[in-house]
């Protein structure tokens, strides 16, 4: 078990450039969640997975925003046309069932920086 | 939709002091709660989860929190703080109306630890 990892764990890029994060989850588990955490604040949903199905969208999630998980593996998080708003910790979080009191593992964060 | 509100931003305490760390719940239904650290550049680590069953919680690294339903609270306690308690806290309720059990996260709390 080498728990949930996020690739890269730092990105800085220029307003407008499109960037693509990924998570690979702990091995066989089914639900992978999405959230995003700016300076001073909780994390806030973004999205989730069951297997390969993207089941629910938070508000926040704005057409610029496309998360994916082709096979039920590992997922990206892609933003296009990347605004200052953006910057903030990408937090990626799976779990092995479907229960609400599965624990939800997270990785490291992909810290976006947008100039 | 299900909140959390916790009271303070910041914390200091000394060591082998005891920890008290608040938050409170709004719920209209019965919450499953959950108590997460974060270390620097680190993902986030369950502390504890209440799942209707004991009030009385009992964590790891020796913290432990109490479901209170009168006082719609789930504050985190340590008897006596250690220098690696220094870490950022999050009270957390799973929001799950369609079964999505995503975690909605309170702003957080910074527990420093004097010598």
């Known amino acids: 078990d080498t728990g949930v990892s996020q690739d890269p764990r730092h990105k800085i890029t220029k307003r407008g450039q499109n960037v693509t994060f990924r998570c690979d989850p702990i091995?066989?588990?089914?639900?992978l969640y999405w959230y995003r955490q700016t300076l001073g604040q909780g994390p806030e949903f973004l999205t989730y997975?069951?297997?390969?199905?993207?089941?629910?969208k938070s508000r926040l999630l704005s057409d610029r925003f496309s998360a994916e998980r082709p096979k039920g593996s590992f997922s990206t998080l892609e933003i296009q046309r990347t605004e200052q708003g953006d910057s903030a910790m990408y937090l990626c979080?799976?779990?092995?069932?479907?229960?609400?009191?599965?624990?939800?593992?997270f990785g490291p964060g992909t810290r976006l920086t947008v100039l | 939709a299900q909140s959390v509100t916790q009271l303070g931003s910041h914390v200091s305490v000394s060591e082998g002091a005891l920890v008290l760390l608040r938050c409170n719940y709004s719920?209209?239904?019965?919450?499953?709660l959950f108590w997460y650290v974060q270390y620097p550049n680190q993902g986030l680590q369950l502390l504890l989860k209440?799942?209707?069953?004991?009030?009385l919680v009992k964590g790891i690294n020796g913290f432990e929190a109490e479901f209170k339903k009168s006082e719609t609270s789930f504050h985190l306690t340590k008897p006596s703080a250690h220098m690696s308690d220094a870490a950022e806290y999050f009270c957390?309720?799973?929001?799950?109306?369609?079964?999505?059990?995503?975690?909605?996260f309170g702003a957080g709390t910074t527990v420093t630890v004097r010598a």
């Open positions: 979080a799976s779990t092995a069932g479907a229960g609400v009191t599965d624990t939800q593992y």
């Open positions: 091995s066989e588990h089914n639900r």
């Open positions: 997975f069951q297997n390969e199905a993207q089941l629910e």
């Open positions: 719920s209209s239904v019965p919450p499953y």
């Open positions: 209440y799942t209707s069953a004991a009030t």
């Open positions: 957390a309720v799973s929001d799950s109306p369609g079964g999505d059990y995503k975690l909605s």
